[in-house]
């Protein structure tokens, strides 16, 4: 049986219009020509990639491929999932799996060799595990070692040859260097406000992603989740230029409390308000997805750059056109199975982000490369 989710008046109100088969709202680009633009509103993630969508000149969105795909992934079940930490984490003690899910999320980064391809892979309790699960294997395999690896304390100081030990692999985790600093970074902030862990941090901001959507305050300034990781952890600041534009994709960010919320909805224990609010998480898996359902369509040189495993700059055109389409994307291919499926079986982004992810992370098809400590 399908969950019944429960969407907000202000959703209801526009799944109410869309199922009426009311025309979908447009914008009028600079050229003139009428752009259709989803109508979920409060996502300051998607409004930001606007300008992208606009300008873009290597990567479009097939609008009628979307529909045609919508018109079959509409009555597969896409179910809300029930996330569970692997390995037992946090059973029964939200915050350990608060300070678990955030401590994993800043380091949740580039688990593919760059020259070589290899992914990286971890051996916890006789089994071989591969990119974030492997992640989660080290962290947990630390843990039972009595490692303080959730506290912030130890986070500010944790040296490279640690770091080695926590996460030995068959390779050397990629961005080791990046991410050592980045755990001294959230470390030292984490002790110095929050008694060095992250359920404090949480306990200190309001149940929603953006309080500054419904505060009027300027977008990042508010006491949300979202606001407040982005504004006080650097390394969730997943923000990109493009043409005098700031581009905002929080993909960490925004998967961290997803993550959350599917881990904890039935024991009540963690609230989102404004849960509808979520984009894409903007990765490379997703992009390859849309890509080969043909919802996208690359320019040649950028098929060509990403075939034969070219380095794609992180903020260059290329890298936010690929990710601010996979943004725009999703949210249009949400809207369009949500005008097929009744009231009670309305879906949210990141349940589509869930269904394209699950069936492509394994794909042989190659997806853009680059280095990056932002997804």
Same mark, same amino acid.
């Given at each position: 049986m399908w969950p019944e989710i429960n969407i907000h008046s202000r959703d209801r109100q526009g799944v109410t219009a869309i199922m009426a088969n009311q025309p979908p709202p447009l914008r009028t680009m600079q050229n003139g020509k009428n752009l259709r633009w989803p109508q979920l509103a409060g996502? /300051?993630?998607?409004? +930001? !990639?606007?300008? =992208? *969508?606009?300008? +873009?000149?290597? !990567?479009?969105t097939n609008l009628a491929k979307l529909v045609e795909v919508a018109s079959w992934m509409a009555y597969e079940e896409l179910p809300m999932p029930d996330y569970g930490l692997p390995f037992g984490i946090g059973t029964g003690d939200t915050d350990e799996t608060i300070d678990f899910i955030l401590t994993a999320a800043c380091i949740d980064t580039a688990f593919t060799d760059f020259s070589s391809h290899t992914r990286f892979e971890a051996d916890y309790q006789r089994r071989t595990w591969s990119d974030s699960d492997a992640l989660f294997a080290c962290m947990k395999r630390a843990v039972d070692e009595g490692t303080p690896i959730l506290d912030g304390a130890f986070l500010a100081r944790v040296t490279r040859g640690q770091m080695e030990v926590l996460f030995a692999g068959n390779i050397e985790l990629p961005m080791l260097d990046e991410k050592t600093e980045i755990l001294h970074q959230v470390g030292a902030t984490l002790v110095r406000k929050y008694e060095g862990r992250f359920h404090n941090f949480v306990a200190s901001c309001l149940p929603r992603l953006y309080d500054s959507v419904t505060s009027g305050r300027e977008a990042g300034a508010g006491d949300g989740l979202v606001d407040r990781l982005v504004r006080e952890f650097p390394r969730f600041r997943d923000v990109s230029p493009y043409e005098n534009h700031i581009i905002k994709f929080y993909k960490l960010p925004q998967l961290s409390l997803w993550f959350l919320y599917t881990s904890l909805r039935k024991t009540g224990k963690f609230?989102?308000?404004d849960l509808e609010c979520m984009s894409a998480f903007a990765d490379y898996i997703v992009p390859v997805a849309l890509r080969l359902l043909g919802i996208t369509r690359y320019s040649a040189q950028l098929e060509a750059a990403i075939n034969s495993y070219q380095m *794609? /700059?992180?903020?260059? /055109?290329?890298? =936010?056109?690929?990710?601010?389409?996979?943004?725009?994307?999703?949210?249009l291919l949400a809207e369009e199975i949500n005008r097929l499926r009744p009231p009670n079986l309305q879906i949210l982004i990141p349940q589509i982000d869930a269904r394209l992810w699950t069936h492509y992370h394994t794909t042989w098809w190659p997806h853009h490369l680059t280095k990056t400590i932002m997804y």
């Open positions: 996502s /300051p993630v998607l409004e +930001s !990639v606007y300008p =992208v *969508i606009e300008r +873009s000149r290597d !990567v479009q609230h989102l308000e *794609i /700059p992180h903020d260059s /055109p290329w890298e =936010v056109e690929i990710r601010a389409h996979c943004i725009y994307a999703s949210a």
